[in-house]
């Protein structure tokens, strides 16, 4: 794949620390976001301004945003669901947000106290406002490839949520494989109806590996032409919300797939598996990311 580029947005401060029983201070979130950028991450997801009663894990993204050096170079993300959500965001000086969209009823209700259809026009309220104060509006469409209540989620639904969100503004838009369902086949198939009908808006994917297909899917989203792919290092997190919904693709995992294809993402390999054994020390735990075990081919 000579000249192929594909940016990996880093979600372990947010999506991968939302779900983890150990909460971790204000420094050393930081600390994780400092490291993952020295290793050459351009894009992080850093916080998320929802109900700390609901996660209380992301209780001090103001702290968090607060503590961060402003860099020109380095696009901090915050998630928000709501309008509240999105005030807060701009009132830290955020550039870009990322609001969830959910694709099936139970699942929102479950995620966020919503219908699906709420979810959408939470979208599409905060996008033009977020445009107004400069900051790009992204959307992520969780449950993407199935719900963990209602089973197959048709196409045509995910369809229809992408060109809403097309329409309202998105500079991205994220299928997200919130449960880790997706095969290769429903990725291929998925990203490109939701290619046909996007513009030129960019595309994005999350995937997860709570059924091991998590670095397959990646490389069927390489091929469909994917703009962005979402990891967090180690493969920590998942979703509060969803039953058995286990890690993220691990970010250095993701790097070394993409590297060996010949695949462009500007990250240094060493750097991001020296993380790694960091973040085990911080949460007290074995994560299920392989490289840091393995270490790199060729050794260095």
Avoid at 94 to 119: H, K, M, P, W
């Amino acid at each position: 794949m000579p000249d192929r580029r594909v940016q990996v947005v880093e979600v372990a401060p947010r999506d991968g620390l939302q779900s983890e029983d150990t909460i971790l201070d204000t420094a050393t979130k930081i600390e994780l976001i400092n490291r993952a950028v020295d290793a050459g991450i351009r894009r992080i997801e850093v916080c998320s301004f929802v109900n700390p009663k609901r996660v209380p894990q992301m209780a001090d993204a103001e702290a968090v945003l607060a503590g961060l050096p402003p860099r020109d170079d380095v696009t901090y993300i915050g998630l928000v669901l709501n309008r509240r959500g999105f005030e807060r965001a701009a009132a830290a000086g955020l550039r870009e947000i990322n609001v969830v969209a959910v694709a099936t009823e139970t699942f929102a209700q479950r995620n966020q106290g919503a219908t699906s259809d709420e979810t959408v026009r939470a979208f599409e309220d905060i996008a033009p406002l977020a445009r107004a104060e400069g900051m790009r509006p992204t959307l992520t469409i969780s449950a993407s490839f199935g719900c963990p209540y209602e089973g197959e989620v048709p196409v045509a639904r995910v369809v229809e949520i992408v060109q809403r969100g097309a329409a309202a503004g998105a500079v991205e838009i994220a299928l997200a494989d919130s449960i880790g369902a997706a095969v290769p086949t429903d990725v291929i198939e998925r990203l490109g109806a939701a290619r046909a009908v996007m513009g030129d808006v960019a595309l994005r994917a999350h995937f997860h590996n709570t059924r091991n297909t998590g670095l397959a899917n990646t490389y069927a989203a390489v091929e469909a032409d994917v703009d962005a792919l979402d990891a967090s290092l180690g493969g920590i997190g998942g979703c509060p919300f969803a039953p058995n919904a286990t890690g993220n693709i691990p970010t250095e995992d993701l790097a070394y797939l993409l590297d060996r294809m010949g695949v462009d993402t500007g990250l240094d390999l060493a750097r991001l598996t020296a993380i790694v054994p960091w973040i085990e020390e911080q949460l007290g735990k074995r994560v299920p990311g392989l490289l840091s075990k393995a270490g790199l081919f060729p050794a260095a």
